[in-house]
């Protein structure tokens, strides 16, 4: 994996976000978090590892037949912040089946992506992964 300083800084901070340094394929890296095996987040900057929290990098939410569905443009740690409400909205979902937590509402709405029915899109895959019998 080919990864320079600065990528490494901001792998280790996002380690309190759930999120690891990884490989995608074709020599590119990301910010991965795995939910469940099928269902996981990438963190980006064309294609490799951000090197600064501030700069604006792409979120993208997969689910492994649906591949992408759910992809947004933010600063680093604004989508660090996301993933993680993200997976506590999940978990909150699988426990109590209620998922429109007011976090991720405000950060969707902060970053205008309500319009791309995001939150829709997460909630969809959530429910493909509950029919798979899939837990987290």
């Not at 490989?23 to 900057?45: N, S």
Request: aromatic content about 12%.
């Amino acid at each position: 994996m080919n990864v320079d300083k600065n990528q490494i800084k901001v792998g280790n901070f996002a380690k309190d976000y759930g999120f690891d340094i990884g490989e995608t394929g074709g020599g590119c890296t990301a910010l991965m978090h795995y939910i469940t095996d099928d269902f996981y987040m990438m963190i980006t900057d064309d294609a490799e590892v951000p090197e600064s929290l501030n700069d604006l990098t792409t979120i993208g939410i997969y689910l492994d037949d649906w591949d992408c569905v759910f992809e947004g443009r933010m600063t680093t740690k604004e989508a660090l912040s996301f993933g993680y409400w993200v997976t506590e909205g999940v978990q909150r979902y699988l426990a109590d089946a209620d998922f429109s937590t007011n976090e991720i509402e405000s950060l969707l709405n902060q970053n205008n992506l309500n319009d791309q029915n995001a939150w829709t899109a997460i909630q969809s895959c959530v429910d493909a992964i509950l029919k798979k019998g899939e837990t987290l």
